[in-house]
């Protein structure tokens, strides 16, 4: 575990925060340092073809020793959210931790509170990484990257441990929804995979919402203020109408959990002429996010009605899909990541995602992709935490991972 959490410690000091408003991809410098880092990691442990390709992606080879078991492919995401600043991450690791409430010594208006935070309590005895509560930790998806990285030394290390090619990659952008927009699936070439991008021990996530974004622009009338009488049209009046008339009583984050599906309003922007709001669309059931895009497109119509002079544009864009609706074509990818967890003497727990992984992409795209537990908790936030042991465990699941893939043959195409 030493080496686990030297190589944790040392990812999350590089800033990798991932910028929104960019066609950059890599969209920030400290992505391809981290992945140059882990370049020269991988090369150091063994894995001969490790490399950086052009779009910043890390790709390399643990190679096998059962020349019929199937190409599995581990995955984790380098960036960070940029909603909370990762520059200058001061990691502070708690060990032996009390089980009382975490005063973050960089800001000690910050507290991760026991009693609002579900499952720290029984932590209590583990070992806790913090930042000092001035950054996010960077656990989410740093965490993931080190237990692959450490996964991959110990197969090193243990060549006699039976497995089949096991492809490492390391994307970027994940945060903003572009994680996948420059996989070539030929490059990874692998029949299943899994990312490391999960929380508590045992959880196994084989569902996510289905998610399209929707950019609403407003154009109003912009003239000077003191000669507006009857000609003025300020969009952001009419923004403001525009929110105001959304559900929120129903279909909110703020107001639904479970399965329940939403509309997200996140980012509002713009001016007396012109404003846009970004609103995520969100249900496990694909199909009702059209429903839910005819609600936005029947509050255009009503402002436009109200105001003539106004014009209201919906412009709907696709994001990732239910990864359910494609892990069902390759059930081993969950059976088998089940009877890992299993064999570390962890009880699965299945989990639905509010929300979305690369995986989910990469489902959709053909490329079986559940997501995997690696003790990261609280993330986008100052008050985000890691647990090493459970990182570790994470770390014997995919040892256990590979053996039992090793033990599978290769489809026919």
Partial sequence: MDMLLDRFLRYVRVETTAVDETEAYPSSP????????????LLALGLKDAKQNKHGIVLATIPGNVKTAPTIAW????????????????????????????????????VIRVAETEGLKQLKGKT????????????DDKAGVAVIVTAAADLMANPKIPRGPIRVVFTCDEEVGRGTAKIDLKEVNASVAYTLDGGSAGALENETFSADLATVTITGVNIHPGLATGKMVNSIRLAGQFLSRMPWHRLAPETTSGRQPF????????GVAQSKIKILLRSFVTKDLAKQAKILQGIAATIEAEHPKAKVEIDVKTQYRNMAEYLVKEPRAVKLATEAIKKIGVKPIFETIRGG????????MGLPTPNLFCGMHNFHSPLEYACLEEMELSVRTLIELAQLWAKEKQRAA
């Fill in 75 to 110: 995955l984790a995401h380098m960036d960070t959210s940029p909603e909370a600043s990762g520059k200058n991450v001061k990691p502070v690791v708690h060990k032996n931790y009390d089980g009382k409430d975490i005063v973050l010594p960089g800001d000690k208006s910050k």
């Fill in 263 to 270: 509309l997200h309003p996140y980012v509002l922007e713009g």
């Fill in 128 to 139: 806790i990484i913090t930042s000092d509560g001035t950054t996010l930790l960077g656990a």
């Fill in 30 to 41: 400290g992505q391809l340092e981290l992945g140059k880092i882990l370049v020269k990691e």
């Fill in 357 to 364: 992984t690369d995986g989910s992409r990469l489902s959709e």
